[in-house]
């Protein structure tokens, strides 16, 4: 069996995994806030797997974790997990120990793709698409993550597609990340809110016109997004999740008629069926988890890996 | 020995190779036009490049083509070869037979792909970028070239990087084609020229505003290319290929400041280091005949080929 773990802000999402690639055991635990607190997590992630698994089932034979946060390439090492209080930490250093098998560390966007791959039954080449506070995709085929040496592969959020379009927090304008990520969604929209991309929805469908700017602005990011990931490594489909993806068909709906309106422009891009090749994860999917369990099968490697 | 064509729209580049991917021989011929002169053109190339060869010298393995045109994915079958007046034609099923010998077809742009990288002494993943009438780019890692199902994999022209830019032929607006293409630079210039581009550079020079704005774009264009290939692949370089960049390195600075003026506004993108990483391929190199003839080397191929 192998540990997958997603370490997220507030909660971790942890997976134990058959040699199928079965989730036989789930835990969810809150996460700690800091290096020393994001280890103690973990532990206590692996902990609660193994008190809910069967004294007769094999040993855990690999954790693999997801992080938001940059993991140098070819390291464990964490750096700019600002959502976790970490600035920089080699993780696998910290729990392999400890823990005893090999740790594999990766960024959590990379993580769910291998994840929604898996969980998608998906052949040939996905795309990953990620909407979240932020945006970010990852590139899977045949099951192998696709890197790269500097860790940018499936980085579309700081694409600009829009020379006019609103200042990005990374000094760009309009990066896909300034037009559809949750982060700048909230901040142009400026009322206090729980849950603000619905409420950007709901006002939306009530005729609000800054509302309905953020809604088309949203779909006008996330549909480039997948032409972006069409037309560079020809993804065969694109499937999105993340936190924005809770709003399920509205937000579905909403990309695929912003590609058919380019499809209804261009015979080109009406030929490629891009709205036919997009769908969401499952809500409540462990995709990062999974992903991060599958990180300890050699078959899921490319190349120079993250791990320990 | 391999031989690999370049059937452009009026000439056609040749080259012998040996298995040390050494160019032996080369000859340039002119093309002819519709399917039937297409034939010829490949055939007249083969036995010229034969002529120039010692008789002691091992007989040709094997002969790949590269054509402007749409190579349907997993066949040697050629559609839309609109500058040879080919609609359709299987070339492998056409010219093998006489020739005796495995033929590789690939579109001229890929196929210049993976010349550039062997030209180039790439090593890691390289994209190749062909700034000519159109704008399409090649992505090659370890030496081989990255395909797709559908064979849009580098079909970046057709990315949209301004809603607000000029129409694309393809039907939409603001594509990277639209804003830097030879043939868009040329219709938006509307002066008839031997060389519009080189006009339009020169005009700039000389303070023209139309001019002016059409070189910005031309380099706005290209820049963004460049930052899609490593945004959503992290390829290592970026090679500029095609007949634009016969403008050498008055384009090359217009590019690299487009790059660097995004490293200054955002510390991420200043982090890629992306003017460093592009160069253009020595003027009159001969990639794409070069590329051809490396089609018939399996080291070269992604999964399903499209050969005879």
Chains 1, 2 share one sequence.
């Not at 069996?1 to 690639?21: C, N, P, Q």
């Not at 088309?216 to 993340?242: C, E």
């Not at 997009?278 to 791990?307: C, K, M, Y």
Request: glycine letters at 14%; aromatic letters at 2%.
């Amino acid at each position: 069996m192998r540990v997958g773990l997603d370490v997220g802000g507030t909660k971790t999402d942890a997976v134990a995994i058959d040699d199928a690639g079965t989730v036989v055991s789930r835990v969810r635990i809150a996460t700690g806030w800091g290096p020393d607190a994001v280890v103690a997590t973990v532990f206590e992630a692996v902990r609660a797997l193994r008190g809910q698994i069967d004294a007769a089932w094999p040993e855990f034979r690999s954790v693999g974790i997801g992080i938001p946060g940059q993991v140098v390439p070819g390291t464990t090492r964490v750096t700019h997990a600002v959502n976790l209080g970490v600035d920089e930490l080699d993780l696998a250093a910290a729990v392999s120990p400890t823990l005893g098998v090999p740790v594999h560390v990766e960024n959590d966007v990379k993580a769910a793709s291998l994840g929604g791959y898996a969980l998608h039954g998906a052949t040939g080449r996905m795309g990953y698409l990620n909407l979240g506070t932020g945006i970010a995709a990852g590139i899977v085929e045949d099951g192998v993550l696709m890197r790269g040496r500097h860790g940018t592969a499936g980085e579309v959020g700081h694409i600009s597609v829009d020379p006019n379009g609103p200042l990005c927090r990374c000094g760009q304008r309009g990066c896909i990340e300034a037009l559809a990520g949750g982060r700048s969604i909230a901040e142009r929209w400026g009322r206090v809110s729980a849950l603000p991309v619905l409420d950007v929805f709901d006002a939306a469908d009530a005729g609000d016109p800054l509302a309905t700017e953020l809604r088309n602005d949203l779909a006008a990011g996330a549909a480039a997004a997948v032409r972006v990931l069409v037309l560079t490594v020809d993804v065969d489909t694109v499937v999105l999740g993340g936190g924005v993806t809770n709003l399920g068909t509205r937000l579905l709906n909403d990309i695929a008629a912003d590609l058919d309106a380019s499809a209804t422009a261009s015979p080109f891009m009406r030929s490629l069926s891009l709205s036919a090749r997009v769908s969401l994860l499952p809500a409540g999917s462990p995709a990062a988890a999974l992903g991060a369990a599958l990180l300890g099968d050699a078959r899921n490697t490319e190349g120079v890996l993250a791990h320990g």
